[in-house]
């Protein structure tokens, strides 16, 4: 009963949550896209009125405002909120988290149905709590590849634009204007924020805050000295967009002499997880004395642990910075 129960409200919440969903999220899609658009051209620090009021308004407010207020001044708040700006998926903190535990309850609700073991049970809630913010961890990571492997493009653009006689404000634009996501929309930002005031410096160092990359920060410096001390600045991005495709090129042949290594340890790491797996299904009574003994409890929890030492160790091993 206790079961039916649950899934019950499981099922009653999933149709009201859909219900809701078609109903107001139009809306508030197009609402978020506004703020988020006012936003972007307002992340710097906007002088107040004497009123008190923000002529623009500094911070989008996701369906849990009260939530999204008292994450604000938190130190987890801001590290959520950059990580959502770097993975560049239109979401907020309160979302993320009030995700984490509807995906967190489901995992719990999923062991409980299908799974026998109830150790499984927390390991699931956890698992289901932690995807996702290695989701948005993995979209960013994705985001920061692509923009890397687009910016050499971006910088022969702007070269090119400045040889036209164009200002590079201008070049920044055409930018903007011609790539694709994610480069085109960070050109975008920096852009816009020095279109409405913020000195093209602030706009340049923001931009090398919200894409963590070596290249971008010696992009940054290379336009800064150049517009003090002066210099021919399309041949030095030229210069530059030559290094990071000839780096490019490197990274490429390490992967290929690394690629052993890393199936080695996706091998190592999946195998005895799909073993068990199998075995379960095959022999639940040969493998249900793993499970309900002590020492067979203590012998799965220091597998778990020496394997993932072991995949870790070994991505140790073959991570070559280049």
Same mark, same amino acid.
């Given at each position: 009963?206790?079961?039916?129960?649950?899934?019950?409200?499981?099922?009653?919440?999933?149709?009201?949550?859909?219900?809701?969903?078609?109903?107001?999220?139009?809306?508030?899609?197009?609402? +978020?896209?506004?703020?988020?658009?006012?936003?972007d051209?307002?992340?710097?620090?906007?002088?107040?009125?004497?009123?008190?009021?923000?002529?623009?308004?500094?911070?989008?407010?996701?369906?849990l405002?009260?939530?999204?207020?008292?994450?604000?001044?938190?130190?987890?708040?801001?590290r959520?909120?950059?990580?959502?700006?770097?993975?560049?998926?239109?979401?907020?903190?309160?979302?993320?988290?009030?995700g984490?535990?509807?995906?967190?309850?489901?995992?719990?609700?999923l062991?409980?149905?299908?799974?026998?073991?109830p150790?499984? +049970?927390?390991?699931?809630a956890?698992?289901?709590?932690a995807a996702?913010?290695?989701?948005?961890?993995?979209?960013?990571?994705?985001?920061l590849?692509?923009?890397?492997?687009?910016?050499?493009?971006?910088?022969?653009?702007l070269?090119?634009?400045?040889?036209?006689g164009?200002?590079?404000?201008?070049?920044?634009?055409?930018?903007a204007?011609?790539?694709?996501?994610?480069?085109?929309?960070?050109?975008?930002?920096?852009?816009?924020?020095?279109?409405y005031?913020?000195?093209?410096?602030?706009?340049?160092?923001?931009?090398?805050?919200?894409?963590?990359?070596?290249?971008?920060?010696?992009?940054?410096?290379?336009?800064?000295?150049?517009?003090?001390?002066?210099?021919?600045?399309?041949e030095?991005?030229?210069?530059?967009?030559?290094?990071?495709?000839?780096?490019?090129?490197?990274?490429?042949?390490?992967?290929?002499?690394?690629?052993?290594?890393?199936?080695?340890?996706?091998?190592?790491l999946?195998?005895?997880?799909?073993?068990?797996i199998?075995?379960?299904?095959?022999?639940?009574?040969?493998?249900?004395?793993?499970?309900?003994?002590?020492i067979?409890q203590?012998?799965?929890?220091?597998?778990?642990?020496?394997?993932?030492?072991?995949?870790f160790?070994?991505?140790?091993?073959?991570?070559?910075?280049?």
């Amino acid at each position: 009963m206790g079961i039916a129960l649950i899934v019950f409200l499981f099922v009653v919440a999933l149709v009201m949550g859909t219900y809701a969903a078609i109903a107001y999220l139009p809306g508030f899609l197009a609402t +978020r896209e506004m703020d988020k658009r006012l936003k972007d051209v307002s992340s710097f620090r906007v002088e107040e009125t004497e009123g008190g009021e923000s002529i623009v308004r500094a911070q989008q407010q996701g369906p849990l405002p009260a939530i999204d207020k008292m994450l604000k001044s938190a130190a987890i708040g801001k590290r959520i909120d950059r990580l959502i700006d770097h993975s560049g998926v239109q979401t907020t903190p309160s979302a993320l988290i009030v995700g984490s535990l509807c995906a967190g309850l489901a995992g719990f609700l999923l062991a409980m149905l299908f799974s026998p073991q109830p150790a499984f +049970r927390p390991l699931a809630a956890l698992a289901g709590m932690a995807a996702p913010i290695m989701w948005l961890k993995h979209k960013a990571h994705v985001r920061l590849k692509r923009f890397e492997e687009q910016f050499p493009e971006a910088l022969d653009l702007l070269s090119r634009a400045l040889r036209a006689g164009h200002a590079f404000q201008t070049a920044m634009g055409m930018v903007a204007d011609e790539l694709a996501e994610p480069v085109g929309p960070e050109f975008k930002k920096a852009f816009d924020q020095q279109n409405y005031g913020l000195p093209l410096k602030d706009a340049l160092n923001e931009l090398a805050d919200r894409v963590d990359l070596l290249d971008v920060r010696f992009f940054v410096t290379a336009v800064l000295i150049q517009r003090d001390t002066g210099g021919n600045l399309s041949e030095i991005l030229d210069n530059l967009a030559h290094v990071v495709r000839e780096r490019f090129k490197i990274l490429r042949q390490v992967r290929v002499h690394t690629a052993h290594g890393r199936f080695t340890g996706y091998v190592l790491l999946g195998l005895p997880a799909f073993l068990a797996i199998a075995l379960m299904y095959l022999n639940p009574e040969h493998m249900g004395v793993l499970f309900r003994e002590p020492i067979g409890q203590m012998m799965v929890i220091a597998t778990v642990i020496m394997q993932t030492i072991g995949f870790f160790w070994i991505r140790q091993v073959i991570k070559i910075e280049v």
